[in-house]
C-alpha cells in the first residue's frame, strides 16, 4: 500500500519485532521496536505488510503513524488497528475462485451415493467415486464421510463469500433448518438457505425449488503455497483443531492459518481443510 508521509521523515527497512494479525484487538495500539532505518526526502513510498485477506475484510480499516525518537536507530513504529469485524467465522470477502473444491458430507440413515450426487446436481454417483476409497458403491454407512466435489467455486454469495448454489426441490415438512442439517449435513445453516433465497420459511412450499448454497475456499497463497484444493468441512462434537488436522494429514498450524479465529472444539460450524492429493 502507499502511505503519505512528511518529507524526511524516517523509513524504516527492517522490523525486528512482529505480532501475528490474530493477537489484534479491536481498537488496539501495537507497537513494534525497529531498527535499520534510513532518512529519506521522498515523501511517498511503499509500506508492505504481510496481511491474510481471510483475517482482514474490506471492513476494517489499518492506520499507521510514524514517531521519531531522540536516536535516528530507534523508532517506535504504532499500528493503530481500527476493526470492524464480521459475524462470520467464514471467510470475511470474497477471493478469486476455482474450478474445483470438495465438501465432507457426513452419511446420514438411508443415504444413497444416488440421492447424494443428486443433491450436489451430479450427473451420477461415479463422481464421487473419484475423491474416494468405497468398495462397494452400494454400501455405505451412517457416519462415514464422503467427499463430495463442487466443480465450480467462483460464486460470490451476497458480494460476502465464496460458495457454489445446488439446486434443491421443497419436499413434504421440509423447512430450512431441516434442508441443512439433515439434507445437506449441516454443511450449510438454515438462517444462510433462506438470507439466500429471502422466502419467508412460511412461504415454502412442495416441488418449489430453492438455492441451496454451501461456502467453499479456494485457500490462501499468504498462507502456504502448497495446497491448490480445499474442503468443506462441517465440524461436529467431539472434534478438536488437532484431530481434524491428524485425519486431514496436515500441521494444525496451517489448518488454524487458514481458519483464523475459529474454535475447532465448538462442535458446530464451517471450516476449510487443505487436501493433499
Not at 251 to 273: C, H, M, R, T, W
Request: proline share 5%; charged share 20%.
Amino acid at each position: 500500500m502507499l502511505i503519505d508521509l512528511p518529507h524526511g521523515t524516517i523509513l524504516v527497512r527492517k522490523v525486528k519485532y512482529g505480532l501475528s494479525l490474530k493477537q489484534l484487538k479491536p481498537n488496539k495500539s501495537l507497537i513494534f521496536q525497529a531498527v535499520e532505518t534510513q532518512q529519506i526526502p521522498s515523501a511517498r513510498f511503499h509500506f508492505q505488510i504481510s496481511i491474510s485477506p481471510t483475517v482482514l475484510s474490506s471492513k476494517k480499516m489499518l492506520f499507521f503513524s510514524v514517531l521519531k525518537r531522540k536516536s535516528t536507530l530507534d523508532l517506535i513504529i504504532v499500528f493503530h488497528v481500527l476493526v470492524f469485524m464480521s459475524c462470520s467465522n467464514v471467510q470475511g470477502k470474497c477471493r478469486r475462485g476455482c474450478d474445483l473444491a470438495l465438501a465432507s458430507y457426513y452419511v446420514s440413515e438411508n443415504d444413497t451415493l444416488t440421492y447424494i450426487s443428486t443433491l450436489f446436481n451430479l450427473a451420477n454417483y461415479t463422481e464421487i467415486l473419484d475423491y474416494n476409497i468405497i468398495k462397494n458403491p452400494d454400501i455405505i454407512h451412517p457416519g462415514d464421510k464422503i467427499r463430495v466435489p463442487i466443480f465450480s467455486c467462483h460464486d460470490c454469495v451476497n458480494g460476502d463469500v465464496l460458495g457454489h448454489s445446488f439446486s434443491y426441490t421443497i419436499k413434504d415438512g421440509d423447512t430450512y433448518d431441516k434442508v441443512a442439517h439433515t439434507d445437506y449435513a449441516n454443511l450449510t445453516t438454515g438462517a444462510w438457505l433462506q438470507k439466500v433465497n429471502g422466502y419467508e420459511p412460511s412461504k415454502l412450499q412442495p416441488s418449489m425449488e430453492i438455492k441451496v448454497t454451501v461456502n467453499c475456499s479456494c485457500g490462501d497463497e499468504g498462507v502456504s503455497k502448497n495446497y491448490g484444493l480445499f474442503m468443506t468441512y462441517p465440524l461436529r462434537p467431539g472434534d478438536t483443531l488437532s484431530s481434524v488436522a491428524e485425519e486431514a494429514g496436515v500441521k494444525a498450524e496451517i489448518l488454524q492459518d487458514y481458519n483464523p479465529e475459529v474454535d475447532f472444539s465448538a462442535g458446530s460450524g464451517l471450516v476449510f481443510v487443505p487436501v493433499k492429493g
